[in-house]
């Protein structure tokens, strides 16, 4: 039950981190933007456990996927590069 709540609660992460850090390099799409925010829910829950914020099985909460999902968008703007509209 746990990785589903967190594929959840990344979900919900991923729509609010796009509001926080819009840009226009950024992705666009929903669901690209709902699947960063899972993956930045299962960073904050793996990395909260490694720095024993949480306990062995015990997710992130919201504020803890939020900011995961705002550490994967800035990386994956940093990776993307600035595109420019010619």
Do not use: C, H
């Not at 919900?12 to 960063?36: R, S």
């Not at 899972?38 to 914020?53: E, N, R, S």
Request: hydrophobic share 55%.
């Amino acid at each position: 039950m746990g990785i589903i709540w967190t594929i959840i609660i990344g979900f919900v992460a991923g729509v609010i981190a796009k509001f926080i850090m819009p840009g226009d390099n950024e992705p666009t799409g929903f669901i690209l933007t709902a699947v960063l925010g899972i993956v930045g829910a299962f960073v904050a829950t793996y990395l909260g456990q490694g720095l024993g914020w949480y306990r062995p099985g015990e997710g992130a909460g919201l504020i803890g996927a939020v900011v995961g999902a705002v550490i994967v968008l800035f990386v994956y703007s940093f990776f993307t590069g600035r595109r420019r509209a010619v």
